[in-house]
Every structure is written in structure tokens, then in C-alpha cells.
């Protein structure tokens, strides 16, 4: 993998900076190759996604953060807490909050660490930190990872939200049958059909009018999510022990809760792409916007997810579903107009996290490859893009219930711990100060899953084995509980 050198210019308010231009050397008064290249370059970063423009607000970056963070999976969190307990739950929560909350102050803060340059893309500070060689192979395939892997399950989300959609409004109480029986297939390619139209949207400016009806939407089903727990009240003979039952099926459940909180906060994969679309001068740093709109995405997020986690976990114990939603079952018309909100949320989130990966690939088509830039190659990257994550949706509509999985196996490392270690080998802050002696344990804590992952893949590899059986290409399986 050739080394992708950082677009790293400091911006002024009015957007990217010009290519520069000096009299040739030859003293002829043209221009140099030199300069010819620099200008070439320039337009190259000036039509790239994340480095278009920066033009953004703070409150972009709030609602950009909510959306990116706040996914469909916040509804399957009292499922985790049924396989943690009381306990560990609210711990696991309330410390993946405050962690995930502080490395990404730190993402924010690295983003223009070197005076004049910002890092505008996750691998740019990667490189700075570990070398452009390593720091491209460290960070890389984690991104894609994550990006593809959330575009592939949101791909899942958005088609099995509007069959329940259909299904509650059609058939009501009783199953779905005969004529009236849509398979998921045909939702999932609904619902990529708007995404080969939002994909054409070139920037992450020109998606904030999506990005934000995102948000707005994933507060909204949070709400009834949580509101419609409390209306209903504990069920009888509630039981709050773990729900599983046999020491296999523990060890299974704990992991698979981990996997599912790390997968909750997967934003920090896009929040240097988010910064880099804010304007920044010497005197204003796009830090200050930056981390204001962290600040209230972050009470956003504590908005959605301790209630929805704790209230439904109240309110079932160890007899939630994966889905909230599908526990609740009633008022129909409630539970209708919640999944058609996870449907437009996620709609939203898909671009988030597919912008990174449309900026990855035109840079290889660009830079590399040598492709002229120009509406023809986004229209046929994009478009192949979309239908690649069609595709693999559909042939793995199972593919969500691997959502611990990838949340162990990338989402842990991008979340909680390449932030610090970049910290600490950029900053190199004084041995046994707050700073050092912070990352320091972060660090330690942090290699212990890392420690443990031959182990871990072992379980988890075992026990995909065992849950094969409810695996289907083109069928969906209900849950990967199989002890």
C-alpha cells in the first residue's frame, strides 16, 4: 500500500487555499512544473469529499456526531445490559461514555497539532504518528473495517426496519403470509435506492440537510423507545439475572455485550473528516467549533442511550428482545412510526460513513490510478460502491448479528485505543504526569482484551460455528444466542 501523504494546509474562513503562485525560475515568467503541480493538486483536494470545503459550523459538527454515533444499535443495548446485569452494565456504560468522550477530545485537539497543517482524515494522523508506511497499514484497514462493515449493516437495519414497517401496517397482530409476505431482499433494495441518489451528494456540506433529519430522528425513536418502557412498566416476574444460563453461554453474552457497546461508539472512525469541513485561521482553530458540537452531541448521545439501555432493561430484564422495538409490539401505529424513523436515521448514517470511503477510493482512482476527476468517475465509483454493500446485505442479511463481532474486532482499537497511543507517540508527555499517567493506563487497560484476542476468536469463531445452522444466504437469523 503506497503511503498517502497528508492534505494538511491551514484554511481561512473563506474555504481551501488557492495553489500557490511564483515566477518560473528560469526567470522566464512563466510558470515552473513545480508550480503546474501545485496546482494540479490543489484542484485535486479542492474536488476530493472531505477537503471540498470548510465552511462548516459548530452545530454541523453536533448533528454530523450524533448521527455517527447514535445508530439503530442503541436499540439493542438493553439486550447487552440482559447479558451484563445491573452491575457491569451501568459500569460498562457509563465508562465507555466517559473514555470514548475523552479520546475523542484528544482526535480533536491532534487535528492541528503541527502549527499551519490539519490532518484532515483518520490514516493522515496515523502516518504522522507512526510513519507514513505503518501509520497507513495500522489505520487503514481498521477504517474500512468499521465504515464498510456499518454501511453493510445499516444496509440490513434500513431494509429489515421497513419490513416491520410494512408488516405492522399491513398485517397487524398476526404474521405476514401468502400475498402479502415481502421477502427483506426486495426492502434492502428499497431502501439502497435512495443511496444511489445521496451518494452522488458530493461533500459532507451538501449531506447536512440529511445528516441532520438523522439526528433528529435517532432522538426521536430513543424517545419512544424508552417512553413507551416506562408507559408499559416492568413486566410480571421480571428477572434481572444474566440472560444466559450456562458458564459457555456467559462468556458468549459478555463478549457480545462488549462488542455491542464498542459498536455504539464508533463515531471517533469519521470525526477528523467531520473537523477538516470546519474553517480554521491561527487566531480561530477549528478545535473551538469542533469540540463545542462534541460537547452536545455527547449529551445527545447520554440522552439516547442510558435511558433506552437502563429503562428497557427495568422494564423486560432478561426477556428483551435484540430489538427494543420488537419487545414493545404495541401501540402498532407507535411502534410504526419508530422504525420508519430508524429507517430515515439510518439513511443519514450511511452516508456519514460511506463519505470517507468514496474519499479513499477517489483518491486511488486520482492520484494513483491517474483517472481525471470529474462527474462520470464519482457517478461510477459511488454507484459501484453502493451496490457492492447492496449486495453483500443482501446475500448476509444476517449480517447485523456480527455487529459484536466487528464492534470487538476494529471499533474497540479506532475508539479506545489508537487515540491514546497516538497521544503518546506524538506528544510524548513527561513521565508520571496527569497526562502520561492517564493514557499510560488507558493503554494497559486497553491491551488487556488485545491480550486476550487469540482467546476471544476462538470463542467467538466456535460459537459462530455452532450458530451456523441459523445462518441462510439471502435469511436473516434472529440472534447468535445459541447456549
Known amino acids: 500500500m503506497a503511503a498517502v501523504q497528508p492534505s494538511v494546509e491551514m484554511t481561512t474562513q473563506q474555504g481551501p487555499p488557492a495553489a ?27 474536488w476530493l469529499p472531505i ?6 459550523k459548530w452545530w454541523y459538527s453536533a448533528f454530523h456526531n450524533v448521527t455517527a454515533m447514535v445508530g439503530a444499535g442503541v436499540l439493542g443495548l438493553p439486550y447487552a445490559m440482559s447479558q451484563l446485569g445491573w452491575g457491569a452494565g451501568i459500569t460498562i456504560m457509563l465508562l465507555s461514555w466517559v473514555i470514548t468522550l475523552y479520546t475523542l477530545w484528544q482526535m480533536v485537539e491532534m487535528h492541528e497539532m503541527v502549527p499551519g497543517k490539519r490532518f484532515d482524515r483518520y490514516h493522515e494522523l496515523g502516518q504522522h504518528a507512526f510513519g507514513d508506511r505503518l501509520g497507513l497499514w495500522i489505520v487503514v484497514p481498521q477504517q474500512l473495517v468499521v465504515e464498510v462493515g456499518v454501511n453493510i449493516v445499516y444496509m440490513v437495519t434500513g431494509g429489515t426496519s421497513l419490513q416491520k414497517f410494512h408488516d405492522v401496517l399491513v398485517c397487524g397482530d398476526a404474521a405476514c403470509e401468502g400475498g402479502r409476505k415481502i421477502r427483506l431482499t426486495y426492502f434492502i ?4 435506492s435512495c443511496h444511489f441518489v445521496l451518494a452522488q451528494l458530493p461533500n459532507f456540506d451538501s449531506i447536512s440537510g440529511v445528516s441532520l ?14 417512553g413507551a418502557s416506562v408507559s408499559k412498566g416492568r413486566v410480571p416476574d421480571v428477572d434481572y439475572g444474566l440472560r444466559a444460563t450456562t458458564p459457555p453461554g456467559k462468556v458468549f453474552g459478555f463478549l457480545g455485550a462488549l462488542g455491542t457497546v464498542a459498536f455504539a461508539y464508533a463515531g471517533h472512525n469519521v470525526v477528523l473528516e467531520i473537523q477538516a469541513t470546519i474553517p480554521s485561521t491561527p487566531e480561530k482553530p477549528s478545535k473551538k467549533p469542533m469540540w463545542k458540537g462534541v460537547v452536545v452531541a455527547y449529551l445527545v448521545v447520554a440522552l439516547c442511550y442510558f435511558p433506552v439501555s437502563f429503562v428497557g432493561y427495568w422494564a423486560f430484564g432478561d426477556s428483551v428482545d435484540g430489538d427494543i422495538l420488537v419487545t414493545l409490539n404495541r401501540p402498532r401505529w407507535l411502534i410504526a412510526l419508530a422504525n420508519m424513523m430508524v429507517v430515515i436515521h439510518v439513511i443519514g448514517s450511511y452516508q456519514i460513513y460511506a463519505m470517507p470511503v468514496f474519499d479513499m477510493i477517489e483518491t486511488v482512482l486520482v492520484k494513483k490510478l491517474r483517472f481525471p476527476p470529474g462527474l462520470t468517475l464519482r457517478l461510477i465509483a459511488r454507484t459501484v460502491y453502493v451496490a457492492f454493500t447492496m449486495f453483500i446485505a443482501i446475500t448476509f442479511p444476517f449480517f447485523d448479528g456480527l455487529l459484536s463481532f466487528f464492534g470487538g474486532f476494529a471499533f474497540a482499537p479506532t475508539t479506545y485505543f489508537l487515540p491514546c497511543i497516538m497521544w503518546l507517540a506524538i506528544y510524548k508527555p513527561k ?16 491491551q488487556i482484551p ?5 482467546t476471544a476468536a476462538y470463542l467467538i469463531n466456535s460459537n459462530l460455528l455452532v450458530c451456523s445452522s441459523s445462518f441462510m444466504f439471502f435469511r436473516s437469523a434472529s440472534s447468535l444466542e445459541c447456549f
Open 213 to 226: 433529519a438523522a439526528a433528529v430522528m435517532s432522538l426521536s425513536y430513543s424517545t419512544i423507545a424508552w
Open 450 to 454: 488485545h491480550q486476550c484476542n487469540p
Open 51 to 56: 477537503s471540498a470545503t470548510r465552511n462548516a
Open 189 to 192: 433494495m428499497i431502501f439502497a
Open 431 to 446: 513521565r508520571f504526569s496527569l497526562s502520561w499517567f492517564t493514557n499510560w493506563v488507558r493503554r494497559r487497560a486497553n
Open 20 to 46: 500557490s503562485y511564483s515566477p518560473a525560475r528560469d526567470g522566464g515568467g512563466g510558470r515552473s512544473a513545480e508550480d503546474e503541480e501545485k496546482e494540479k493538486a490543489a484542484a485535486i483536494d479542492n
